[in-house]
């Protein structure tokens, strides 16, 4: 019996990464999930940003965020593989209840912004 569920997962990866390595280290991982029977929902790539405390005396990070659709079996074979590869400082796989989902596809679709994007159209006073 397959049990599918959604998932949204952060990972963040060596600042020390050439772009073309970040981007082969991020495909590597889109394969494992689709080659397991998953199915990608939504990716987004968030770039190198400042970490809020250093991580293996790193204070960047490349952030990659993965929102998919997978078997819950699956999920414990992403997390070995985040954990061996050497270029993943952190991650965090999450399970999305409809609520979260529903949050998602709002944000995407632009219903939602981020405060920074709010902030930036407040009136001047």
């Known amino acids: 019996m397959s049990n599918i569920q959604q998932y949204e997962t952060v990972i963040i990866l060596t600042p020390v990464l050439s772009e073309q390595q970040m981007k ?3 495909a590597g991982y889109r394969e494992l999930i689709t080659a397991n029977g998953g199915e990608m929902v939504h990716e987004e790539n968030w770039g190198l ?3 809020a405390y250093p991580i293996q005396k790193k204070n960047t990070g490349f952030y990659h965020l993965f929102e998919f659709r997978a078997d819950t079996s699956f999920i414990k074979a ?3 593989a985040f954990r061996r590869d050497e270029r ?3 991650y965090l796989t999450v399970h999305l209840d409809k609520h979260g989902i529903d949050y998602n596809d709002r944000r995407r679709k632009g219903e939602i912004r981020r405060k920074e994007e709010k902030s930036e159209e407040a009136p001047a006073q």
């Open 24 to 26: 082969e280290a991020v």
């Open 49 to 51: 940003t400042k970490l």
């Open 78 to 80: 992403l997390d070995l």
């Open 88 to 90: 993943v400082l952190r």
